[in-house]
Every structure is written in structure tokens, then in C-alpha cells.
């Protein structure tokens, strides 16, 4: 094909999910949790890789529960077959959602005393035996969780519910992933003796948690900086580490992957894309890729994002548009329908995510959860 011509046979832009590589972060959390539970965290569509098939194959590989944040992604796992118990991060916010918890066999968690009236008025008349419960105490997250000078009173009012067991309590850590660990140490302090006033009182806490997995990741100095009976990963789960200086061998879940459809030369001075924010510095060759901010890639990325072809890294030449971005592949002999990879794993390399993350100014969690739905999840088992 000449310059000008596009590649035909359909759009090729799509998400690879690499099953074998969950499996493998899901057997590295296990390590890393030295014994304790694996909570998986599958909110978010399984930070954008798909819940459903996620949980299915984290299931089969031994995790014993999975964690969402909404009602309705419980639900979601629940019309798809999968009885795992499932913990709801965000609770309940009114009746209706407490009604459709207890119906589904879901485990909410409780923030506060308006989630524990919706939830005993739910119950109420059901007939369903005691309703298993998680309590969140923040502890210096000061985002969701009941407050540190009312967690006790809250867990023995909770626990005097007979609709109701405690089935767990957890904290969430606001910096476990910066090398300064002495504030996520204040808040496992803080938390280990709140967890030994409710001990004092007689109450049984149930499985108590905190390590995410910038916690679980960093090993020893949090992980065993207050009991725990179990661990809660997200990120790592699909292949990226919330802190460049934490340990483990995390292999790419998701790969997004496009092709070349177009080529053109663009002499020295001329301009690519919109307002003109690429001039060339020498007569080059720019291909054009079919993804774009439409499909999640950040605006950010302009001018400062690689990708991989050929397994070579090329620079993001002009400002990305919503459905294409063009690459300067210089004097390389790129071709159209080659393969192109934005993050992930091929053509014998690597692009992680948390460096395309960090060309976009923003982090992985964002840049996976982020990937639009248009954009076809093509599994690899």
C-alpha cells in the first residue's frame, strides 16, 4: 500500500487480558499474605478488565472472597452464576439497596448508624438468619468509615443486633504506598487499639484487615504492624504496583493493543494534529493509530506518551484526538496493520502501565479503569 492508503478489515483496537498472568499476581498476593485470606478487590469492572471474568478465574484459582464497592456490582457477579462471597465496600445507601443486599446474599459494610438503621429495617419481617456485617473505622483516610471515638459504640450496637453478626472490621491505608511509612504506622496504631477496646468489651471481631496492596507489597514494616486475618489487594492483582519501590514480580493482565492504519511523511516544520503542538525537527514518518481519548487514552498523553512497535518505543507526535493518535516512527520501517502497544506485554517487550501512567501526569489505576467499554476485552486464557 502507498502513502494514504488505510488499513481495511475493521477496527483493531482492543484489550488483551492475560488470565494466566491473574492467576500468577493472584499466587504472588498469596505469598505476600503469608497465611492470611486473600480478599480479592474487583470493583471498578475489575479495574476496567472485565468482573465477571475476573472473579470467575480468581474463583477457580482458590480466592476465597472478592470485594466490590457497589451493590449493583454484587449483583452483577451474582445474575452471572458466582456464589463467592462477595464484601461491598461502599455499603448500603438506602432500604431498597439494604433489601436487594440481603436478597442476593451480599456483605455490606457499615460506615456509619443511618447504613445500620437502612439495613435493620431491610431486615426486618425477612425471616433471614443473622446478616454477616463489615464495620470500616477510618483511621485517617477521613473518606468513608465510621469515626475512631464512635467504632466501639458503633460495633457493640452492632453486635447486640440479632438480624446482625460481625463478620470483619478493616481500615484503609491512606499513604501505604510512599516511603515514609510512619503515617499508615499512626493509623495501625490508632487501629490496633481500637480493635483492643472492642476485644476488651468481649466482642468477636471477626476477620479483621487493613493491608492493600501498597501494604501487602512493601512486606513486613505494615503487614505486621497490627493483627490481621486477611488481605486486600487490587491493583497488583492486575500486573502493576502502586509504588515504583515496592517488591514483587506482577506480570500485565490487561494489553492495549492497536495497529497502524495510516502513514504519511511530514517534512521538517510541518505540523501534526490539532493546534498544532507538533512541529517535526526533520522529515519523519508519523503513524496514525485508531484509539484515541474516546477510548480512554488520557489528553495528557500528548506529545509525552511512547508506544511500543516492533518492539521499539516511539514518542505520541501531536495532541491525541478523540478516536486516533499519531506516532513518529521516523525513519523505521514501520508498515501498515503493524501492531501497536500503548501498555502492556508483546512483541518481545514491555510497557507498563504505570509508565504510561506516569507520561499522562496520572496513575494506573486510573489509566486501567479508564479503557472504554467500545473497546473489545479479548481474553487469553
Known amino acids: 500500500m502507498g502513502e494514504g492508503e488505510i488499513l481495511a478489515g475493521g477496527r483493531p483496537t482492543e484489550a488483551q487480558i492475560d488470565l494466566a498472568a491473574l492467576r500468577a499476581n493472584y499466587a504472588a498476593a498469596c505469598r505476600f499474605a503469608r497465611g492470611r485470606d486473600v480478599i480479592a478487590v474487583v470493583k471498578t469492572d475489575a479495574y476496567g478488565h472485565g468482573a465477571v471474568t475476573v472473579t470467575r478465574a480468581l474463583v477457580e ?62 431486615l426486618r419481617g425477612s425471616g433471614e438468619s443473622a446478616l454477616p456485617v463489615q464495620v470500616e473505622i477510618d483511621t485517617g483516610m477521613r473518606r468513608m468509615g465510621v ?103 506482577l506480570r500485565p493482565v490487561m494489553t492495549l493493543r492497536t495497529r497502524v492504519v495510516a502513514l504519511r511523511t511530514v ?48 514518542g505520541v507526535a501531536g495532541r491525541i484526538s478523540m478516536n486516533y493518535l499519531g506516532v513518529d516512527v521516523g525513519a523505521a520501517p514501520v508498515a501498515l496493520g503493524d501492531e501497536a502497544i500503548l501498555f502492556g506485554a508483546g512483541q518481545g517487550a514491555e510497557l507498563r502501565v504505570e509508565e504510561a501512567a506516569e507520561a499522562a501526569g496520572t496513575l494506573p489505576y486510573e489509566l486501567l479503569v479508564r479503557v472504554g467499554s467500545r473497546v473489545p476485552r479479548v481474553i487469553r486464557a
Open 61 to 122: 484459582a482458590g480466592c476465597p472472597r472478592v470485594a466490590t464497592a457497589t451493590v449493583n456490582e454484587g449483583v452483577t457477579l451474582r445474575d452471572a452464576g458466582l456464589g463467592v462471597p462477595i464484601l461491598i465496600l461502599g455499603g448500603v445507601y438506602d432500604t431498597e439497596e439494604a433489601a436487594e443486599a440481603v436478597a442476593r446474599g451480599l456483605t455490606p459494610v457499615l460506615h456509619g448508624r443511618s447504613q445500620l438503621v437502612a439495613l435493620t429495617e431491610a
Open 147 to 249: 469515626a475512631p471515638d464512635d467504632a466501639v459504640a458503633l460495633l457493640t450496637t452492632v453486635a447486640s443486633q440479632p438480624a446482625l453478626r460481625i463478620e470483619g472490621v478493616y481500615t484503609h491505608l491512606a499513604c501505604a504506598d510512599e516511603p515514609d511509612l510512619e503515617p499508615s504506622q499512626e493509623q495501625l496504631s490508632l487501629f490496633k487499639q481500637l480493635l483492643d477496646a472492642a476485644c476488651a468489651r468481649g466482642l468477636d471481631l471477626g476477620c479483621v484487615h487493613f493491608a492493600n496492596s501498597a501494604a501487602l507489597l512493601g512486606g513486613a514494616p505494615l503487614l505486621d504492624a497490627a493483627p490481621s486475618d486477611a488481605v486486600r489487594p487490587g491493583l497488583m492483582l492486575y500486573g502493576a504496583r502502586p509504588a515504583y519501590d515496592r517488591n514483587g514480580e
Open 267 to 314: 517534512h521538517k516544520r510541518e505540523a501534526v494534529g490539532y493546534n498544532a503542538t507538533f512541529r517535526a525537527t526533520r522529515d519523519t514518518r508519523v503513524a496514525t493509530l485508531p484509539v484515541g481519548y474516546g477510548d480512554g487514552v488520557p489528553l495528557s498523553a500528548s506529545n509525552r506518551a511512547t508506544v511500543l512497535i516492533q518492539g521499539r518505543r516511539f
